[in-house]
């Protein structure tokens, strides 16, 4: 069974900061992994998709990186600004099933 | 291109009642999945649709239950309403049901709240 597990469950930054967050799988048979970023109350909005043959994707200030074989990856934001705050979630699209598997998400808050 | 929409956006319901939830999915796909996120919890699956039928079912009773139809809009029932059920579900629909290339593009989500 697939657990996804993220750390640090909340993060407190000054704005300009760079910072990284992680996520561990349990199982390395994925076809995907995706990080979303949810606002309060809101629904999902998709950041990047990492195929598993893929190491990285970028886009714009954010970096994401795929280490199967360790069962990890990582969300990194460059120079992070007050609007970067939201709840940022991984999630493994898991190989023979229809569905992503959620950690529990980090809570970001870049402070002006 | 238009986007996943849900409805309604809060829903109040009393222990033991029945309802229905709604989803359109975006221009294009044909597959739609469900998610239920409890407060301070990631989502959890409950079921997808590809072209009317189940394709796939998370560990949820049977009283969640859906259907999808020939536009590919869906629909999530849940009877016999329980406090725990309160969460804001989420739809999300994709191109194809394997997801090994597409992500998935999740609505703005019901919030359902059981009294």
């Known amino acids: 069974k697939q657990e996804v597990t993220q750390i640090p469950a909340a993060l407190s930054v000054p704005e300009g900061e760079n910072l990284v967050l992680n996520c561990s799988f349990t199982?390395?048979?994925?076809?995907?992994l995706q990080w979303f970023r949810q606002d309060p109350g809101k629904g999902l909005t998709s950041l990047l998709l990492?195929?598993?043959?893929?190491r990285e994707q970028t886009s714009g200030r954010l970096n994401a990186s795929l280490d199967k074989s360790s069962g990890r990856s990582t969300l990194y934001i460059a120079a992070s600004q007050p609007g970067d705050s939201a709840t940022y979630l991984c999630?493994?699209?898991?190989?023979?099933?229809?569905?992503?598997?959620f950690g529990k998400g980090t809570k970001l808050t870049v402070n002006p | 291109e238009t986007g996943v929409t849900q409805s309604p956006t809060h829903l109040i319901k009393t222990r033991g009642q029945q309802v229905t939830l709604r989803c359109s999915s975006q221009?294009?796909?044909?597959?739609v999945s469900w998610y239920q996120q409890a407060l301070g919890q990631g989502p959890q699956f409950i079921f997808q649709?590809?072209?009317?039928?189940?394709?796939g079912r998370g560990n949820f009773p049977p009283r969640f239950s859906g259907l999808q139809f020939p536009n590919y809009s869906s629909e999530l029932n849940v009877n016999a309403l329980e406090l725990d059920d309160s969460a804001l579900y989420l739809c999300?629909?994709?191109?194809?049901?394997?997801?090994?290339?597409?992500?998935?593009?999740f609505g703005p989500g019901t919030r359902l709240t059981v009294l």
């Open positions: 999300a629909s994709s191109r194809d049901p394997g997801g090994s290339t597409d992500t998935q593009y």
């Open positions: 199982d390395s048979a994925i076809y995907n």
């Open positions: 990492i195929q598993s043959s893929q």
């Open positions: 999630a493994a699209y898991q190989g023979g099933s229809e569905k992503l598997v």
């Open positions: 221009s294009g796909h044909n597959t």
């Open positions: 649709y590809y072209r009317e039928e189940e394709n």
